[in-house]
């Protein structure tokens, strides 16, 4: 199983929204709705961000939304904070019954 | 509050083996998935293997397949991966993670780092 495209980096000033997409095939992302992402802060351990593609776990912020369109997903960060600098990984249910993470982007704010 | 303590990583030669345990608390284990999820030194998440709730629906990355074993004691909120004929590739930390697809992966330990080397 490949790993899901995710683009290595994308960067914005503390209040602008940034979009991170999560590109796989119709076996994964395509095929079902249990799209999750994940935010990693370095030496911690990840933090669950969305679930089952636009839903937010409690306590976490609305600033946070995913949504999809095929084959890909996108989570996006509105009013960008400096906490927000982080890595993020999105990750898909797949047809062989397994999983099937991003390869992983850094965000940074500016 | 729900915990997940992972542990028995370390140095190990190649082709050796190792278990790691992750231990639960804070919620009733018997009634939950459970995910191996490892992480290389600077590298992505990469998903290992789970087990359902009483051990019975259990899946393996390529990767590991036959060489990694799942297991779970729901008698002591356990969580096992069993890791035989170890190679430098799987030198990671090594995550447990509660949860199912469609719910994610919600929370995971502190991570265990195994280091296949000799």
């Known amino acids: 199983q490949s790993a899901l495209t995710q683009p290595a980096s994308v960067s914005g000033s503390p209040g602008q929204s940034v979009t991170i997409s999560c590109t796989g095939t119709?076996?994964?992302?395509?095929?079902?709705?249990?799209v999750s992402w994940y935010q990693q802060h370095p030496g911690k351990a990840p933090k669950l961000m969305i679930y089952?593609?636009?839903n937010r776990p409690s306590g976490v912020s609305n600033r946070f939304s995913g949504s999809k369109s095929g084959n890909t997903a996108s989570l996006t960060i509105s009013g960008l904070q400096a906490e927000d600098e982080a890595d993020y990984y999105c990750s898909s249910y797949t047809s062989s019954s397994s999983n099937v993470f991003g390869t992983g982007t850094k965000v940074t704010v500016l | 509050e729900v915990q997940l303590v992972e542990s028995g990583g370390g140095l190990v030669q190649p082709g050796g083996s190792l278990r790691l345990s992750c231990a639960a608390s804070?919620?009733?284990?018997?009634?939950?998935?459970m995910q191996w999820v490892r992480q290389a030194p600077g590298k992505g998440l990469v998903w290992v293997s789970h087990?359902?709730?009483?051990?019975?629906?259990?899946s393996y990355a390529d990767s590991v397949k036959g060489r990694f074993t799942i297991s779970r004691d729901n008698a002591k909120s356990t969580l096992y991966l069993q890791m035989n004929s170890l190679r430098a590739e799987d030198t990671a930390v090594y995550y447990c993670?509660?949860?199912?697809?469609?719910?994610?992966?919600?929370?995971w330990g502190q991570g265990t780092l195994v280091t296949v080397s000799s």
């Open positions: 089952e593609v636009s």
């Open positions: 087990s359902n709730s009483d051990g019975s629906s259990i």
């Open positions: 993670a509660r949860g199912r697809y469609y719910n994610g992966f919600d929370p």
């Open positions: 119709s076996s994964d992302v395509g095929g079902y709705n249990y």
């Open positions: 804070g919620f009733t284990f018997s009634s939950y998935w």
